[in-house]
């Protein structure tokens, strides 16, 4: 399984970004999907999740900026990032929860390689 991320890149801050994750390969199933954001030096942290329900979790400090969502017949999540700040500079992962069909149903937790996302003061 392969997550693929694009979306990131330099924007001023008040600026709008889309973040895009596809998740390919030998999926049976994704259950969650999500977002986190590292800084260099620094601890990855949460950004931002959706349930394969559609239930919904936020960072403190992306609520009412971020929203996230999927397009479960595309295996594909999506970060609308709105009204950006400085502190949101980072790179961005996306992740997600699947079970894939090996010798059996196995339930596996899978990264993508991480988008940059700048914003400039």
């Known amino acids: 399984v392969q997550l693929q991320a694009s979306g990131g890149g330099l924007v001023q801050a008040g600026g709008s970004l889309r973040l895009s994750c596809a998740a390919s390969?030998?999926?049976?199933?994704?259950?969650?999907m999500g977002w986190y954001r590292q800084a260099p030096g620094k601890q990855r942290e949460l950004v931002a999740t959706?349930?394969?329900?559609?239930?919904?979790n936020y960072a403190d400090s992306v609520k009412g900026r971020f929203t996230i969502s999927r397009d479960n017949a595309k295996n594909t999540v999506y970060l609308q990032m709105n009204s950006l700040k400085p502190e949101d500079t980072d790179v961005y992962y996306c992740?997600?929860?699947?079970?894939?069909?090996?010798?059996?149903?196995?339930?596996?937790?899978?990264w993508g390689q991480g988008t940059q996302v700048t914003v400039s003061s």
């Open positions: 992740n997600a929860d699947v079970i894939v069909e090996l010798s059996a149903l196995t339930r596996m937790d899978y």
């Open positions: 390969g030998n999926i049976r199933r994704i259950n969650a």
């Open positions: 959706i349930s394969s329900g559609g239930e919904l």
